[in-house]
C-alpha cells in the first residue's frame, strides 16, 4: 500500500478546541499538538473571546470557528461538532486550549474508539498525579459510580472533558449537546448511553494550566458539587434518542 493509500485508510480526525480568552495559552498548546499529530485537523472554536484568541490561533495555523457571543463550552462543542458533521470526519476529540491535556495522549484516547463510541481520557485511572479533593472530589466519586452503573462498565472520570467519538457519537451530540453548566460532561455522557452509545475510559495524565490560575475556592467546590448532581438529574429527564437514530444528515 503507497503512502497516499495509507493515508485515505486513516480515519479522517478532528481535534476541536473550545477556547475563550486563552491568548497567553493556545499558541504553544497549537504548536505541541501539531508537532505530536501534524496528520490531524484543528478546529479552534472561539467562544465570544474579548482578548486576542482569535488571532494568535489564526497565526498559529489553527482553523479557526468564531462564536459571536460567549455561550459557554457546551455551546463551543456542539459547533464544533456541527462543523465535524458537516465536513464528513469519521472522529473528534476535544481538547482544552489552556494546555491541560498532553497531546501525547490523544492518539491513546481515539484508540478507545476502537471498541467504543466514546473514548473518555480519566485523570482517575492510575496514571499521573492528578488530585481533587474536598467536595469536587467527592462528587466527582459518586457521579463515577452512578454513570458506571447506567453506562455498565467501570468508569472513574466521568467529568473529564478530554474525550473523543466515532461517527454514532457526533450524531449524537448534534442532536443533544446540552449548554448547561456541566451538561457538557455529565448531561451528555449520559443521555449518549442511555441512547445506547458505548463509552470507555483510557488512563491519561493531567498537567497544570499553562496559564492562568485555577480556582481552589471552596465555596465554588460546594456549589461544583450542587450543580454536578442538578446536572445528574437534569439527564436523567432527557429524551433518549435510539441508536437507530444517529444518522449523517446536513444540518
Known sequence: MTSQQEAAARPRTLVIMPAWNEEEAIADTLRELRTALPEVDVL????GSEDRTVAVATEAGARVLQLPHNLGVGGAMRAGYKYARRHDYDRTIQVDADGQHDPR???AVLDGLERADISIGARF???GTYEAKGPR???MVVLAAVISRIARTRLTDVTSGFRAGNR?????YCEHYPAEYL???IDSLVV???SGLTVTQVPVEMRPRQAGTPSNNPVKAAIYLLRSFFALALAMTRRRVGADRHRWKED
Open 168 to 172: 454514532r457519537a457526533i450524531a449524537q
Open 137 to 139: 472530589r467527592w462528587a
Open 183 to 185: 451538561g457538557d460532561t
Open 44 to 47: 479552534v472554536v472561539d467562544d
Open 192 to 194: 449518549a448511553v442511555r
Open 105 to 107: 495522549d490523544i492518539l
Open 125 to 127: 485511572a492510575e496514571k
